[in-house]
C-alpha cells in the first residue's frame, strides 16, 4: 500500500476528486493548508501598513491506496492539477505499513 | 488575581464617589426645587389678586420669570414636521455608533479583540446616555457662571417635562427639550466612543471605562458647552440684548466660531484624546513585527455604510428643524462625502497602483467628519473643496504622518477624524463666505444675513480648533497618566496575547 498526499492549489480540489474517483479511490481525505515553496508570497496593504503574506493557501489531499494503483492514482493527479504555471503544487508517495477500518476492524488493501 | 482585585476595589471606589456626589447634587437640586415654589406662589397670589397696584405685578412677574413656557405657548411655537424629523435623526445618530462604529472599528482589529472592540463602543454608549440626563445635558446646555461650562440646574432633567421648550435657529420655533436632550446625548456618546480608535487593541476594559466617564465629564461637557452653548435666537432682539446674550453663551460661540454638527465638538475633541490615548497607552505588542492585517473588512464596509446613513442624522438634524437648511446639510452629506471616498481611493489608486476597499471606506469616513462642521453653511463648491481636501489630507495623515511619527493609532482616529474635523472646521471659516457659495452667518438681531468679515470668521475658527485640541488633549493626558499609575492601562501581556475578548470579556466574537 502507498500513502499519496497531493499538495494543491485549493481551486482544483474538485477536478482532482473526480479523477481519482474514476480510478476507483474509495476516499481521500482533505486538509486546508498554508505554506511556501517557490511560488512568492504577495504583499497587503492596509491604508498604509504593509504586510508581506509568505505563505499562501494550498489543499492537502491523502490518500491510501493499493500499490497496484499508485502509479496511475499519482498521474492521474499530475495531469488534473496542473496549470502550468508555479505553484501547483507537490505530491508525495510513501509506502504505507498498515491500515485499519475502525468499524470492522478489517486491515490492510481491505480497509483502504 | 491581585491585580484584578485591585482594579476592582478602585472602581468600587469611584462608583461610589459618583454615587456620593449623585446623592450630594440631588439633595442641593432638591433644596433649590423647594425654594422656587414660594416665588410662583407669590406670582399666583398677584395674579389672584389684580386689585394691587401694578408695580407689584410686575415685580412679581420679573420675580418669576421661571413661569416656564412650553410647546405651543404664543412665541413657542412647536413644529410637527420638525419633532418628527428631530425624533427620527436622533435614533438615526444612535445607529451610527451602535452599532455603526462599532462594527466599522471591529472590523479593522484582529479576531481576538473583535468582540471587545464592540463592546467598548456599545457600553461607552449606555454609561455616557445616563451620565448625559443625570448632569451632562445640563452642564452642556445652561447658562453657566463662566463661558467654559454651564450649571446644574437641570440636573436630572429638573424643571424639563414633555412640554418644556429647547430652542432652534429660528425665532418663536421650539423643539420639546426631551427631543432636544436625546439628540444630543447621541452627540456625547458618539465622541467618547470614537476615542476607542486610538487606543485600539489594548486598553483594559476597566481603564478604557473610567477614562471615557472622566473626558465625557471634563473634556466633552465643556467644549459642547463652549461651542454650542447660547440663549436662543429670540433672545437676540436688539444690539444690547445680544450684548447681554453673548456673554451668557459659550466660550467659542461668543467668539463667532461655528461649527454646524460638531467638527470641533466630536471630532477634533475626540481624534485628539484618541492621538494622546495611542501615545500614553504605547503600541500594540508586536507592532511592525506581527500582521496587524483586519479580520474582516466587510464589518467595516457594513459599519461605514451604517455610519454614512447615520449621519444625515447627524448633520441635517443639527439644522434642529425640517427646513431648507436642513435639506443643504442633507445635499452636503451625501454629496461631499462620495467626493472624499473618490479622493482617498483614487489618491491611492495612482500612489499605490491598486484603490482599496478600506481606502473608500476610510474616505466616506474622512468625508463625512470634515463636512460636519461645514454641512448647513457651505455651497456645493465649499463641499466638493472641503471633501476633496479631506480626502487626500487625512490619506496622507493615516499612512505617511502615522509611520514617520511612529504612533500607534490603531484604527486611525486622530488622522481621520482630528485631521479630517481640523480641515472641516477651516473650511467652513472660508466656505461660509457667501461670496463663495455659501449662506453667511446670520444676524438675529438685524433678522437677516450680516456682513461677512472673512478675516475674523477664520480667526474664530482657529480658536476653536486651537481651544479643544489643547483642552482636549490636557484632559486626555491628565486621566490616562493618572490610571496609569493607579490601575494601569494595559492587561497583562498574556491577556494581550490571548486576546481582550476572552481576558476582559470571557466570550469569543466566533465561534464557528
Same mark, same amino acid.
Given at each position: 500500500m502507498k500513502l499519496i498526499t497531493a499538495i494543491i492549489k485549493p481551486f482544483k480540489l474538485d477536478d482532482v476528486r473526480q479523477a481519482v474517483a474514476d480510478i476507483g479511490v474509495q476516499g481521500i481525505t482533505v486538509t486546508e493548508v498554508q505554506g511556501f515553496g517557490r511560488q512568492r508570497g504577495h504583499t497587503e496593504l492596509y491604508r498604509g501598513a504593509e504586510y508581506r503574506v509568505d505563505f499562501l493557501p494550498k489543499t492537502k489531499i491523502e490518500l491510501a491506496v493499493d500499490d497496484s494503483i499508485a502509479e496511475q492514482v499519482v498521474e492521474a493527479i499530475t495531469n488534473v492539477a496542473r496549470t502550468g504555471k508555479i505553484g501547483d503544487g507537490k505530491i508525495f508517495v510513501i509506502n504505507l505499513e498498515q491500515a485499519v477500518r475502525i468499524r470492522t476492524g478489517e486491515t490492510g488493501v481491505e480497509a483502504v | 488575581m491581585k491585580r484584578s482585585l485591585s482594579t476592582s476595589r478602585v472602581l468600587i471606589c469611584l462608583w461610589s464617589v459618583v454615587l456620593l456626589a449623585l446623592t450630594f447634587l440631588g439633595?442641593?437640586?432638591?433644596?433649590?426645587?423647594?425654594?422656587?415654589?414660594? *416665588?410662583? &406662589?407669590? %406670582?399666583?397670589? /398677584?395674579? +389672584? =389678586? !389684580? #386689585?394691587? @397696584? *401694578?408695580? &407689584?405685578? %410686575?415685580?412679581? /412677574?420679573? +420675580? =418669576? !420669570? #421661571?413661569? @416656564?413656557?412650553?410647546?405651543?405657548?404664543?412665541?413657542f411655537e412647536c413644529n410637527k414636521g420638525d419633532i418628527a424629523w428631530m425624533m427620527t435623526s436622533t435614533a438615526f445618530v444612535l445607529f451610527m455608533t451602535v452599532p455603526g462604529l462599532a462594527l466599522f472599528y471591529s472590523g479593522m482589529v484582529r479576531t481576538k479583540n473583535a468582540l471587545s472592540t464592540v463592546m467598548q463602543s456599545f457600553t461607552i454608549f449606555c454609561v455616557v446616555a445616563v451620565l448625559w440626563v443625570i448632569y451632562g445635558y445640563s452642564a452642556a446646555f445652561t447658562a453657566g457662571d463662566t463661558p467654559f461650562i454651564g450649571s446644574l440646574s437641570k440636573f436630572f432633567m429638573a424643571g424639563s417635562g414633555p412640554g418644556a421648550v429647547a430652542a432652534t435657529f429660528s425665532k418663536g420655533i421650539y423643539l420639546p427639550d426631551y427631543v432636544?436632550?436625546?439628540?444630543?446625548?447621541?452627540?456625547?456618546?458618539?465622541?467618547?466612543?470614537?476615542?476607542?480608535?486610538?487606543?485600539?487593541?489594548?486598553?483594559?476594559?476597566?481603564?478604557?471605562?473610567?477614562?471615557?466617564?472622566?473626558?465625557?465629564?471634563?473634556?466633552?461637557?465643556?467644549?459642547?458647552?463652549?461651542?454650542?452653548?447660547?440663549?436662543?435666537?429670540?433672545?437676540?432682539?436688539?444690539?444690547?440684548?445680544?450684548?447681554?446674550?453673548?456673554?451668557?453663551?459659550?466660550f467659542l460661540f461668543a467668539k463667532g466660531a461655528i461649527d454646524f454638527a460638531g467638527g470641533t465638538v466630536v471630532h477634533i475633541n475626540a481624534g485628539i484624546a484618541a492621538l494622546v490615548g495611542a501615545l500614553v497607552c504605547g503600541k500594540r505588542n508586536g507592532y511592525g513585527r506581527v500582521s496587524f492585517a483586519p479580520h474582516s473588512l466587510m464589518l467595516s464596509a457594513i459599519g461605514t455604510g451604517m455610519l454614512w446613513m447615520g449621519w444625515f442624522g447627524f448633520n441635517a438634524g443639527s439644522a434642529l428643524e425640517a427646513t431648507g437648511g436642513a435639506g443643504l446639510a442633507f445635499f452636503n452629506t451625501l454629496f461631499g462625502t462620495a467626493v472624499a471616498g473618490v479622493a482617498w481611493a483614487g489618491t491611492e489608486w495612482l500612489i499605490k497602483g491598486k484603490p482599496s476597499l478600506l481606502g473608500i471606506c476610510s474616505g466616506i469616513v474622512a468625508g463625512l467628519v470634515a463636512i460636519t462642521p461645514a454641512a448647513g453653511f457651505v455651497g456645493p463648491m465649499g463641499a466638493l473643496i472641503i471633501c476633496a481636501v479631506a480626502g487626500v489630507v487625512c490619506l496622507f495623515a493615516a499612512t505617511k504622518l502615522k509611520a514617520v511619527l511612529g504612533y500607534d493609532d490603531a484604527l486611525d482616529a486622530f488622522g481621520v477624524h482630528c485631521v479630517g474635523g481640523i480641515i472641516g472646521a477651516i473650511g467652513t471659516g472660508i466656505f461660509v463666505n457667501p461670496a463663495l457659495g455659501g449662506t453667511g452667518v446670520y444676524d438675529y438681531v438685524a433678522n437677516a444675513v450680516g456682513a461677512f468679515d472673512a478675516a475674523a470668521q477664520l480667526k474664530a475658527q482657529l480658536w476653536a480648533v486651537g481651544t479643544s485640541l489643547v483642552w482636549s488633549g490636557f484632559v486626555a493626558f491628565v486621566v490616562l497618566m493618572l490610571l496609569k499609575v493607579t490601575i494601569g492601562l494595559r492587561p497583562s501581556d498574556e491577556a494581550q496575547e490571548e486576546g481582550l475578548d476572552l481576558s476582559d470579556h470571557g466570550e469569543r466574537a466566533y465561534n464557528l
Open positions: - | 439633595s442641593e437640586m432638591t433644596l433649590a426645587q423647594e425654594t422656587t415654589p414660594p *416665588a410662583e &406662589a407669590t %406670582a399666583t397670589e /398677584a395674579a +389672584a =389678586a !389684580p #386689585a394691587e @397696584a *401694578a408695580p &407689584a405685578e %410686575a415685580a412679581a /412677574a420679573e +420675580a =418669576a !420669570p #421661571a413661569a @416656564a413656557p412650553v410647546c405651543g405657548d404664543k412665541g432636544y436632550c436625546m439628540f444630543q446625548l447621541t452627540f456625547a456618546a458618539i465622541t467618547v466612543a470614537l476615542i476607542c480608535g486610538g487606543y485600539a487593541e489594548r486598553l483594559k476594559f476597566s481603564a478604557m471605562l473610567i477614562f471615557s466617564v472622566l473626558w465625557f465629564t471634563f473634556s466633552y461637557l465643556p467644549i459642547a458647552h463652549m461651542v454650542w452653548y447660547w440663549d436662543g435666537p429670540d433672545a437676540y432682539t436688539t444690539a444690547e440684548a445680544a450684548a447681554t446674550a453673548n456673554s451668557h453663551a459659550g
